[in-house]
């Protein structure tokens, strides 16, 4: 990628000033309209009210450890009126917990099926309990239905944004002061329907939830990362990913570690360690397909290494994987 433009964001001495997702949103917005290239964050603790929204054509730079975006403590209230699909406004019990510009979770059970449902959204305006927000949710959230609005998001996160640089920098989940988000919608570093995306020298720590998360990507490249203590996957490449690159990083004390999801196929994971991991250290099953998995150390997990997943219609399971000179000790 060519950088057609730098700008520094930062606490002081920098293009855009600030210590917050505003900053930098600020600076990632501005360089992207203008063709795209590299935004270098400064050494200093960012407090992430809302998720870092990537954008094509982006290079985005820290100062390696130096570097934090924390994510702010989640809280949760009920809706308090009905938010059908093409509503902008969703009324809650307390609309003081929430901030302009902010992250926003609607969450609930459908109210045609019953199922969970979840939708990321970001306020932009508030009149006293009443959250306006970017864009309608294109699901009913009912107040018969158990429906809450919280303040969770990914710290960091890419939807339908192609050709993407992410390094040297720190993603803090600040876990023990939030709730738990589902990989399918979230982590440290989530990105949705991505391709093209590098990701270098990047730690993803302390998420509750997943520590990468990347769902029905292509060639996506992990390498020389480091994923630690996050309460679910450490590095989740999921349903339908295709050539997934995943090298030199370090995955520890993770619920599972590396975590093949749905059809992930010719992808590549190489010269990892992966420690420490509370159920498994790589799992793999449903139609993952033609990936080499190579000269990885798996330690102590606490089930096994490696699962397959085994389902009852065999079409259906993993087929011509190669593990190969993997290291696995002390599972179990």
């Not at 239905?145 to 390094?167: H, S, Y």
Request: net charge negative.
């Amino acid at each position: 990628m060519s950088d057609l433009l730098t700008v520094t964001t930062g606490p002081e001495s920098a293009d855009f000033t600030g210590r917050d997702h505003l900053a930098l949103q600020a600076a990632v917005d501005y360089v992207t309209a203008l063709g795209g290239g590299t935004v270098r964050i400064l050494a200093g603790t960012y407090e992430m009210g809302n998720s870092l929204f990537l954008r094509s054509g982006l290079r985005l730079v820290g100062a390696g450890e130096d570097t934090i975006l924390r994510k702010c403590p989640s809280v949760a209230t009920r809706l308090t009126d009905d938010t059908d699909w093409y509503d902008t406004t969703v009324t809650v019990e307390d609309g003081s917990l929430f901030r302009v510009g902010g992250g926003i979770l609607l969450r609930g059970k459908c109210p045609h099926y019953a199922k969970q449902q979840f939708v990321k959204r970001t306020v932009v305006a508030v009149e006293g309990n009443v959250l306006h927000l970017d864009r309608d949710p294109r699901e009913n959230f009912w107040i018969d239905m158990e429906a809450e609005a919280a303040r969770l998001f990914p710290v960091v996160t890419g939807d339908n944004v192609n050709d993407l640089t992410i390094e040297s920098l720190t993603i803090d989940g600040n876990r023990a002061e939030n709730e738990n988000l589902n990989g399918n919608y979230g982590g440290g570093l989530f990105l949705q329907d991505c391709d093209r995306v590098t990701v270098r020298d990047v730690t993803t720590r302390d998420n509750n939830g997943d520590g990468i998360s990347w769902q029905v990507c292509d060639d996506v490249t992990i390498d020389s990362c480091r994923s630690l203590n996050n309460a679910d996957l450490g590095l989740h490449p999921g349903s339908g990913s295709q050539r997934p690159v995943v090298t030199n990083c370090v995955i520890r004390g993770c619920d599972q570690g590396f975590f093949f999801c749905w059809g992930v196929r010719y992808g590549r994971v190489e010269s990892n360690l992966i420690e420490n991991s509370g159920k498994y250290g790589i799992s793999i099953g449903h139609r993952d397909t033609d990936n080499l998995v190579r000269g990885n150390t798996i330690r102590r997990s606490g089930a096994l290494g490696i699962l397959f997943r085994e389902h009852p219609v065999p079409l259906r399971d993993p087929h011509r994987n190669l593990f190969e000179d993997n290291l696995i000790e002390d599972s179990g």
